[in-house]
């Protein structure tokens, strides 16, 4: 049964993205396992003499040794500025210099959360090709791209109620378990 | 508008040895009459992004010391490297920060773009993320010519990274030349 990593790229406590990965495991079909990654925040800004003075910090290990041990990776992620948050970008910028690189041949799928009304997928799509980069198994359809987010999420709660996102989301996991499966 | 253009240079590398930072710093040499080129302050120490923090406690004083000199300048040229087919996040994430400054620095400002690669493309993969960005930014984003170098390693001096290529220092110098009418022209 696979096991999946789930990795945010916002940090606020109040994030649609964050709300998004904890209506997951609800959604997942049986015997999915999803984990939270360690958090990104506490990386520093990728430095190559550093890498090279004092060798790779334990926030981006942690991070490298999570995906190398988990079957899948999902990555929920804002868009910040038409495309990736930096902060998520330098942790992949970090972890892309290990050898034994943790996402080389590794499944990953892609969700993001947005107010507006293209819903993050500009930032997906550059994710794409940064993951291509790193040699990642990109699942390709269906895509979660979750427009308009504060309608969608209690706001109280942070509960997922939007029927159709829902049934989007359980579609893209169960694919993406079929996917994990096929390329074992 | 001032004789002397006031252009500043945001270099997307931190490492000491970085061609694309030793780029950056010999651009003087090779810019118009009319123009000044100066480094920008430096984004290394910046946190990463959460909105968490910025309501806590506002913007950091080195971003704002990058936004205050981003508004103060006629354009700006970044010059960087590309990492994993797109945008270094160290430099992203000092985009992200101020871009959330009201009076939102790179609003309406000329940008010009240039990159350093080790492989043939020069950074060419990395400088269209920048073009995307740039959109939601509303930054004048210069055209061309474009300026990328590929084969770094061939066309820097190994010890005192001194650029040395003709060609590449041609396509500079008609790329700031360019960009000095360009900042003349959307600043009337």
């Not at chain 1, 034994?100 to 500009?122: H, I, M, N, Y």
């Not at chain 2, 490492?15 to 080129?37: C, D, T, V, Y």
Request: glycine share 8%.
């Amino acid at each position: 049964m696979p096991n999946v990593l789930v990795i945010c790229g916002s940090l606020r406590k109040g994030s649609f993205n964050a709300m998004l990965t904890r209506a997951l495991p609800a959604l997942a079909p049986e015997g999915m396992k999803l984990t939270d990654a360690p958090r990104v925040d506490t990386i520093p800004h990728y430095n190559y003499d550093d890498q090279a003075a004092t060798g790779f910090p334990p926030s981006v290990t942690a991070l490298a040794d999570a995906i190398r041990a988990a079957d899948g990776v999902i990555i929920v992620s804002p868009e910040y500025n038409w495309t990736i948050p930096g902060t998520l970008k330098n942790a992949i910028d970090w972890v892309s210099r290990m050898k034994e690189q943790p996402f080389k041949d590794k499944p990953v799928a892609l969700q993001s959360c947005s107010g507006a009304l293209l819903g993050g997928s500009r930032m997906q799509y550059h994710l794409r090709q940064c993951l291509t980069s790193i040699d990642a198994l990109i699942f390709g359809r269906p895509e979660v791209i979750v427009t308009f987010a504060p309608q969608k999420f209690d706001e109280a709660t942070g509960e997922l109620k939007d029927q159709t996102t829902r049934d989007m989301i359980k579609l893209q996991l169960a694919a993406f378990a079929k996917f994990m499966e096929r390329v074992k | 508008m001032a004789d002397k253009l006031n252009v500043i240079t945001i270099a997307g590398s931190l490492r000491k040895g970085s061609f694309n930072a030793a780029l950056a710093r010999q651009l003087p040499k090779w810019a118009p009459e009319g123009m000044s080129i100066t480094e920008a302050p430096p984004w290394a120490d910046f946190p990463t992004y959460n909105a968490d923090d910025q309501n806590a406690s506002g913007f950091p004083a080195s971003v704002t010391a990058l936004a205050d000199a981003i508004r103060a300048a006629d354009g700006v040229i970044i010059v960087s490297p590309e990492y994993n087919y797109g945008v270094p996040g160290g430099l992203k994430n000092a985009v992200d920060w101020v871009s959330r400054i009201k009076d939102q620095p790179f609003k309406d400002k000329p940008v010009a773009i240039q990159s350093v690669a080790g492989g043939p493309l020069g950074g060419g993969r990395v400088q269209y993320q920048w073009r995307q960005i740039c959109v939601f930014l509303e930054a004048l984003a210069f055209t061309r010519p474009e300026v990328f170098v590929g084969m770094a390693a061939q066309k820097f001096d190994e010890k005192t990274l001194e650029f040395k290529d003709e060609a590449g220092i041609n396509f500079i110098k008609q790329q700031l030349a360019g960009f000095e009418k360009f900042i003349r022209k959307v600043e009337g």
